[in-house]
């Protein structure tokens, strides 16, 4: 009879817990679906917010500046790179201490400062990118070219290609394959050759950032033959730089044409001294080249 009363009252009670249980569930299930339709709405709200691709944008680098002001205008009215020209026999030279002031003022307006090189050695141009505060190296001359191989990759490099007036590349390209095996041969065969075998961290640097295409006579404004022009595809990480006998006038023509990463702007956006830059050309250059990447996008 006891046994009988205890099965009775264990039934009674999970009778009486069962709608408990059903209402728990049921909440658990609302909360986990409410949560999945958060999550979702929220998925969707970011996906909305989230800006539209516009096409790829044809980057501006305005170069050979020379004077805080300059760079300070150049970079508000939207381009992204500033040269400076550090190598003494330019016109538009400017020495350490004035760069580390025009590279400062790239960047607080939020472009990129670029050391420009021509016979410099890669010690030359390693310590003068410190002193004015920059990781970016246009390799310019054959010295500076040269250079590349002792170059930390710490250093940005934008290596310089010329082309003839037909448009054809006569410089030879980064990463000479027979000079770096001659060198590693010369390793190998030292008394510590097995550790260049697996040294290729310490090994000379092949890589660079940007390819920059400029005319055979670079800073003179003459043009050469775009149509002609065959750039090799692959051969820099963040891709390439069209320059030579670009202006305010035929840059848009030269991005549909080439259709490059970035325009360089030198001489184009002068003004009659050939040095200080004309702010009036330069936000036409960069409006212009905006112009032109809309059309290819």
Not at 38 to 58: L, Q, Y
Not at 101 to 109: C, I, L, M, N
Request: aromatic share 4%.
């Amino acid at each position: 009879h006891t046994s009988t009363m205890q099965a009775s009252l264990a039934m009674h009670q999970r009778a009486a817990l069962a709608p408990t249980r059903v209402a728990a569930s049921t909440h658990r299930s609302t909360s986990r679906a409410s949560t999945r339709a958060h999550r979702s709405a929220r998925s969707i709200a970011v996906r909305a917010m989230a800006p539209k691709d516009d096409g790829k944008k044809t980057l501006v680098k305005v170069c050979g500046v020379t004077t805080p002001e300059d760079a300070t205008q150049a970079a508000s009215a939207g381009a992204h790179f500033i040269g400076m020209i550090l190598w003494p026999k330019s016109k538009r030279s400017i020495d350490l201490d004035v760069a580390k002031s025009v590279a400062d003022a790239a960047k607080a307006a939020g472009a990129i400062p670029i050391g420009v090189f021509v016979d410099e050695t890669a010690e030359e141009i390693i310590a003068a990118c410190e002193k004015v505060g920059i990781d970016h190296a246009q390799l310019h001359g054959d010295n500076a070219r040269a250079a590349l191989t002792d170059l930390p990759m710490t250093i940005k490099a934008v290596y310089v290609v010329s082309a003839d007036k037909d448009g054809a590349i006569v410089t030879p390209m980064p990463g000479d394959e027979e000079k770096l095996c001659k060198d590693r041969q010369e390793k190998l065969a030292g008394a510590q050759g097995w550790l260049a075998a697996v040294d290729w961290v310490n090994g000379p640097r092949r890589t660079i950032d940007w390819l920059l295409v400029d005319g055979v006579d670079a800073g003179s404004g003459e043009t050469y033959d775009w149509k002609n022009l065959r750039v090799p595809r692959g051969c820099s990480r963040k891709g390439w730089i069209l320059a030579g006998g670009l202006d305010p006038q035929n840059v848009k023509e030269a991005i549909g044409v080439c259709h490059p990463t970035a325009v360089d702007v030198a001489s184009g956006v002068a003004d009659d001294s050939g040095v200080k830059k004309d702010h009036a050309k330069v936000d036409a250059f960069i409006a212009n080249a905006a112009a032109g990447s809309m059309e290819m996008a």
